[in-house]
T-cell receptor
Framework: AQSVTQPDIHITVSEGASLELRCNYS??????LFWYVQSPGQGLQLLLK????DTLVQGIKGFEAEFKRSQSSFNLRKPSVHWSDAAEYFC??????????????WGLGTSLAVNP | ETGVTQTPRHLVMGMTNKKSLKCEQH?????MYWYKQSAKKPLELMFV???????ENNSVPSRFSPECPNSSHLFLHLHTLQPEDSALYLC????????????FGQGTRLTVV
């Protein structure tokens, strides 16, 4: 079955430190890949996406992610975390489900806390 | 401002009540979605509408009834809910069903008492 794994349920980093959130997926072909962020009491906001091409993707708020086909991974990174980055981060993959349709499959999320 | 607006933001209802959640998108998208977000569970896709037609119903109980009068509006009608239906209900839209870059509303926090 297709699945998305975010191994870290909760991560705490200090402000200014670097960050890497892990995401692994289980799917035969390369799906579309996404990272979303959800601040407390808010909906989900798209940080970045990968469809094809350059495997290093730049997103909003200084985030980037790297697609590694050999590892079926799409890890999210930020070189210097800000206190406002504290939120829940969701990885999602979208394999084909037939025709031109894709279906989003979501990870359970990683909760990020930032210490001052 | 995400372009997708949900009302109300919070709702408390009894198990015998009938209420509706509303979603409106200002992005010119043709596909709209209802998701349920519960603690410790992945996001659950409930319903999909593409060009006002329901294209997906993921085994959602009949006490949840969606309505899509046009491509900009989506409703979720609720009746005789159970306490386990308490969750954050998120509406999303995308340009088309095949393109899954979805834009989300802020959600309605529903509590069933």
């Amino acid at each position: 079955a297709q699945s998305v794994t975010q191994p870290d349920i909760h991560i705490t980093v200090s402000e200014g430190a670097s960050l890497e959130l892990r995401c692994n997926y289980s799917y035969g072909a390369t799906p579309y890949l996404f990272w979303y962020v959800q601040s407390p009491g808010q909906g989900l906001q798209l940080l970045l996406k990968y469809f094809s091409g350059d495997t290093l993707v730049q997103g909003i708020k200084g985030f980037e992610a790297e697609f590694k086909r050999s590892q079926s991974s799409f890890n999210l990174r930020k070189p210097s975390v800000h206190w406002s980055d504290a939120a829940e981060y969701f990885c999602a993959v979208a394999p084909f489900i037939g025709g031109n349709n894709r279906k989003l499959i979501w990870g359970l999320g990683t909760s990020l806390a930032v210490n001052p | 401002e995400t372009g997708v607006t949900q009302t109300p933001r919070h709702l408390v209802m009894g198990m015998t009540n009938k209420k509706s959640l509303k979603c409106e998108q200002h992005l010119g998208h043709n596909a709209m979605y209802w998701y349920k977000q519960s603690a410790k569970k992945p996001l659950e896709l409930m319903f999909v509408y593409n060009f006002k037609e329901q294209t997906e119903n993921n085994s959602v109980p009949s006490r949840f009834s969606p309505e899509c009068p046009n491509s900009s509006h989506l409703f979720l009608h609720l009746h005789t809910l159970q306490p386990e239906d308490s969750a954050l209900y998120l509406c999303a839209s995308s340009q088309a069903r095949g393109l899954t870059e979805a834009f989300f509303g802020q959600g309605t926090r529903l509590t069933v008492v």
